[in-house]
């Protein structure tokens, strides 16, 4: 079974819809991240938390510690958000590893 | 905006040669790492560094794999006799404290023939 599990795995919507993507672990953690990677392969760091919400934009991640689990919701979604959007997770005790998520391609049409 | 830079952007080499993937790392940064995804599957991490040295490093990072940082700014990975299935793209990351959010480069991908 996969530490982190994200879902769903391929999401289409029409420009200016509400977008949320789910990610659960099952590990203890000291950090929850949320990645974007572009087409041509760079990956860009969204958000990094370990309790709470955060909002950057029209970005909004949020993580429930003792549920296990975190959601990334992209509100007014645009073409240009389309790429595939990673959830890692920082393993707790100290440990420097990223455990990465498959990641979730979202397809934003015009 | 700083940022971390890799080099080359892609790589193509036979099995069994010797590669060097370099990466310039945020200048103030202390914290590097880095990464692998072969083509279709998730991220896996391979190695930290700090201080000079190895913090951790995944199962994947055995000893045909081995990290450096020759000076004040690159930062390596060697593979020291390639196989096929160590192509792949290649991500350097840095940060500054344990505490920061990772920066990512754009990654070198790896063709091994």
């Known amino acids: 079974k996969n530490e982190v599990e994200q879902s769903p795995q391929n999401l289409t919507a029409q420009e200016g819809e509400f977008i949320t993507i789910n990610c659960s672990y099952s590990?203890?953690?000291?950090?929850l991240h949320w990645l974007q990677q572009h087409p041509g392969g760079g990956i860009v760091s969204l958000f990094m938390?370990?309790?709470g919400k955060k909002k950057h934009g029209r970005l909004i991640a949020t993580i429930n510690i003792q549920e296990k689990h975190s959601s990334l919701h992209i509100t007014a979604s645009h073409p240009r958000d389309s790429a595939v959007y990673i959830c890692?997770?920082?393993?707790?005790?100290?440990?420097?590893?990223?455990?990465f998520g498959k990641g979730t391609k979202l397809t934003v049409n015009p | 905006e700083p940022e971390v830079t890799q080099t080359p952007s892609h790589q193509v080499t036979q099995m069994g040669q010797e590669v060097i993937l370099r990466c310039v790392p945020i200048?103030?940064?202390?914290?590097f790492y880095w990464y692998r995804q072969i083509l279709g599957q998730k991220v896996e991490f391979l190695v930290s560094?700090?201080?000079?040295?190895?913090?951790?490093k995944s199962e994947i990072f055995d000893d045909q794999f081995s990290v450096e940082r020759p000076d004040g700014s690159n930062f390596t990975l060697k593979i020291r006799s390639t196989k096929l299935e160590d192509s792949a793209m290649y991500f350097c990351?840095?940060?500054?404290?344990?505490?920061?959010?990772?920066?990512f480069g754009p990654g070198t991908r790896l063709t091994v023939l």
């Open positions: 990351a840095s940060r500054g404290t344990p505490w920061d959010e990772q920066f």
């Open positions: 590990v203890g953690i000291s950090a």
């Open positions: 938390l370990s309790s």
């Open positions: 890692a997770v920082r393993t707790a005790g100290g440990s420097e590893k990223l455990v």
């Open positions: 200048s103030n940064h202390l914290y």
């Open positions: 560094f700090y201080n000079n040295e190895i913090s951790e």
